[in-house]
């Protein structure tokens, strides 16, 4: 009898601790574009982010914390006060924008992508770095740009 209620007791111990293993959904091996994807978990509190399998030099991220991250290649987990979920990756793509605005007789030159820009007058030819989010005032309506690095 000692036996079988052991073995029951260890069966409902084994199910909580796979039961209670944290899951990640929506990004996994996917190719993101947006700047705010949000990443969902179940069962998790926290959320672990790397550039390598490894997780040197990680991020942790509390449930509800966001983050903004560079283009690239990330590995990431789920883990809760019991365990972690499995490695999974996802990857966000360089985004490339360059708006112009007309503003009186001049323009704005907006970098509205998520990397840095080298942005080249075509009349002028002179370049200039224009960092994300970055935007000037220029004379000319006729630019080129092309991601830094």
Not at 10 to 26: C, D, K, N, Q, R
Not at 35 to 43: A, G, M, P, V, W
Not at 48 to 64: A, H, K, R, V
Not at 77 to 88: D, F, G
Request: negative net charge; charged residues 25%; glycine residues 8%.
């Amino acid at each position: 009898m000692l036996i079988v209620e052991a073995v029951i007791v260890l069966a409902i111990l084994v199910y909580l601790f796979f039961s209670m293993a944290p899951t990640g959904f929506s990004i996994a091996g996917q190719n993101i574009f947006e700047n705010d994807y949000t990443l969902e978990i179940e069962k998790g509190d926290q959320v672990i982010i790397s550039t390598n399998m490894d997780f040197e030099n990680s991020i942790i991220l509390e449930q509800g914390e966001s983050i903004d991250l560079p283009p690239g290649t990330y590995y990431w987990k789920a883990k809760n006060w019991l365990r972690e979920s499995k490695v999974q990756s996802f990857t966000i793509q360089s985004n490339v924008g360059l708006d112009l605005f007309v503003r009186g007789s001049d323009y704005e030159l907006e970098n509205s992508g998520n990397v840095d820009l080298n942005v080249t007058g075509k009349k002028s030819g002179i370049t200039t770095a224009l960092e994300e989010g970055e935007s000037i005032d220029v004379k000319e309506d006729n630019y080129e740009g092309k991601q830094n690095g």
